[in-house]
């Protein structure tokens, strides 16, 4: 029986993929922040645990706690709706710690068991920003491009071993957290600066009003179809969204 250990589980497109996972047979390592009962089901093939991508210890922990694992799911995450020129350094420093430092680390830390047994997969969640050019993105985006070009590295250095890394980008889901912690509760008003407030408020009617969205079992699929994926595919989009932008580029 093969386990998988998905970080950012308790919500979202992470909590769909565990459960996925978790209906096909697996083994389920759901890692979260802040572990709490009542996420996920009760199963003896799943167990929460404690990691935050950007405290060494916990991905310490986190894999010792989790054994010998065959694949990583680099699902969490830090949304980011803003304007760049009024973001602070701060904040971009924020995005980047989880959504770019944050997977190279637990990266790092899977490799070693990966390439010593000869197998194992890392899948890398980013998002459909990576394949068009989105308003109110800029940071969020910069983060997301930086792992694409990360992996599409990784997947060469890492195939002599037969190791593969993935990514899967997923596209603007309605039913998840994404906009609400993006803006952290400010409106949109609070994070545009005044001479882009027209542009913006356009830009967000645009997006709002589009036709295809992106479900959380469209995430949870493409990401069990990029691990048992044997064509040497590098990247998956995720959703009618998605696939649309991918075959637009």
């Given amino acids: 029986m093969k386990t998988v250990l998905?970080?950012?589980?308790?919500?979202?497109?992470?909590?769909?993929?565990?459960?996925?996972f978790h209906s096909q047979g697996w083994n389920v390592i759901a890692t979260m922040r802040t572990?709490?009962?009542?996420?996920?089901?009760?199963?003896?093939?799943?167990?929460?645990?404690?990691?935050?991508?950007?405290?060494?210890?916990?991905?310490?922990?986190a894999f010792e706690a989790a054994g010998p694992i065959d694949v990583l799911v680099n699902n969490a995450g830090v949304p980011s709706i803003s304007v760049f020129e009024g973001t602070s350094m701060a904040?971009?420093?924020?995005?980047?710690?989880?959504?770019?430092?944050?997977?190279m680390a637990t990266t790092q830390?899977?490799?070693?068991?990966?390439?010593e047994r000869g197998s194992g997969v890392v899948v890398n969640v980013t998002s459909s920003v990576v394949?068009?050019?989105?308003?109110?993105?800029?940071?969020y985006k910069a983060s997301k491009m930086a792992i694409e070009g990360f992996t599409a590295s990784l997947a060469l250095e890492l195939a002599p071993f037969g190791v593969?890394?993935?990514?899967?980008?997923?596209?603007?889901?309605?039913?998840?957290?994404?906009?609400?912690?993006?803006?952290?509760?400010?409106?949109?008003?609070?994070?545009?600066?005044?001479?882009?407030?027209?542009?913006?408020?356009?830009?967000?009617?645009?997006?709002?009003g589009q036709d295809l969205f992106t479900k959380e079992s469209?995430?949870?699929?493409?990401?069990?179809?990029?691990?048992?994926d044997t064509t040497g595919q590098l990247r998956f989009p995720a959703g009618p969204d998605a696939v649309s932008l991918s075959q637009a580029k």
């Fill in 218 to 228: 469209d995430v949870a699929e493409t990401v069990w179809r990029a691990v048992h």
């Fill in 131 to 139: 394949l068009g050019h989105m308003p109110l993105s800029a940071v």
């Fill in 91 to 103: 904040r971009v420093r924020e995005v980047f710690e989880t959504n770019t430092f944050g997977v």
């Fill in 164 to 208: 593969q890394a993935k990514t899967v980008q997923p596209g603007a889901c309605l039913t998840t957290n994404f906009a609400a912690n993006a803006t952290k509760g400010a409106s949109l008003d609070e994070l545009v600066p005044v001479p882009y407030a027209p542009w913006a408020k356009k830009a967000m009617g645009d997006f709002t």
């Fill in 35 to 61: 572990p709490r009962a009542g996420v996920l089901p009760e199963s003896d093939r799943l167990r929460v645990v404690e990691l935050d991508v950007t405290e060494p210890r916990t991905i310490t922990a």
């Fill in 6 to 20: 998905i970080t950012g589980a308790s919500s979202g497109y992470g909590r769909e993929t565990a459960l996925y």
């Fill in 109 to 115: 830390a899977v490799l070693p068991q990966f390439r």
